[in-house]
């Protein structure tokens, strides 16, 4: 071996040693159990809505650092008390490390793996999702501006590049109807995800209804694109 292909080797080896001391500083100096009420502070001042996440966030660290949650849910809507919304088994985020110094947080993916939307009509004709305190959802270039019922707006930066949704369902219940109608086994993932540029994605789903009876499969791939001005 060459003197200069061992320096490199020995600077490639320093510099892997310096990573992983630095990842396990990381988590033996950082409690993600700390940053649980500001994620759920961020989502209420942001959306309105309460979510709650019982078991907590872990710190991961391989693959990639990130954080992961299980069983948050998001529920009680106004006129649907104890009626759960929204809830998900696992889920997790991929952030890179660097920016998390300076304060801004950079999202490399985004898995989740049993998200489960509940839609509901009730015996009077009222629907939760018309009880979300949301009154509309702009992408401005790389930033989504939420606004609220109450005309409050909050606006945050969006840098997923890649997205992964598994074991997913969303429920339709019509009890002034008395009637089901879901879509399971939603699958769908994405990367290469940029503003303004297609990337390559795909989707599958199952439909089905009892009344009336609805038995079908949806399989989809191809480009797609996140158009800022649309």
């Not at 600077?11 to 940053?35: C, I």
């Not at 109608?181 to 439909?207: D, H, K, Q, V, Y």
């Amino acid at each position: 071996m060459t003197p200069t292909r061992k320096k490199i080797l020995v600077v490639s080896l320093s510099l892997g040693v310096l990573a992983v001391t630095a990842l396990l500083l990381l988590r033996l100096l950082v409690d993600p159990a700390a940053f649980t009420p500001l994620v759920t502070g961020f989502v209420q001042q942001a959306t309105g809505l309460t979510l709650s996440i019982p078991g907590g966030l872990r710190l991961s660290l391989f693959p990639s650092l990130g954080v992961e949650m299980d069983q948050a849910s998001i529920g009680d809507l106004p006129g649907f008390p104890g009626e759960t919304f929204a809830e998900v088994e696992k889920a997790s985020i991929q952030v890179r490390p660097l920016p998390l110094f300076s304060g801004r947080l950079e999202v490399i993916g985004v898995r989740v793996q049993g998200l489960r939307v509940r839609l509901i009509r009730d015996k009077d004709g009222r629907e939760n999702w018309k009880a979300l305190p949301i009154a509309k959802v702009e992408v401005r270039k790389d930033v989504v501006v939420v606004t609220k019922t109450d005309g409050q707006t909050s606006s945050f930066r969006y840098l997923v590049e890649n997205a992964r949704l598994a074991g997913s369902e969303v429920r339709f219940e019509d009890r002034a109807a008395d009637t089901v109608f879901s879509l399971t086994n939603i699958a769908f993932s994405a990367g290469g995800i940029e503003p303004g540029r297609p990337f390559a994605a795909e989707m599958s789903l199952s439909a089905t209804s009892a009344r009336p009876e609805v038995r079908a499969r949806v399989d989809l791939s191809g480009k797609t694109m996140v158009d800022p001005s649309a």
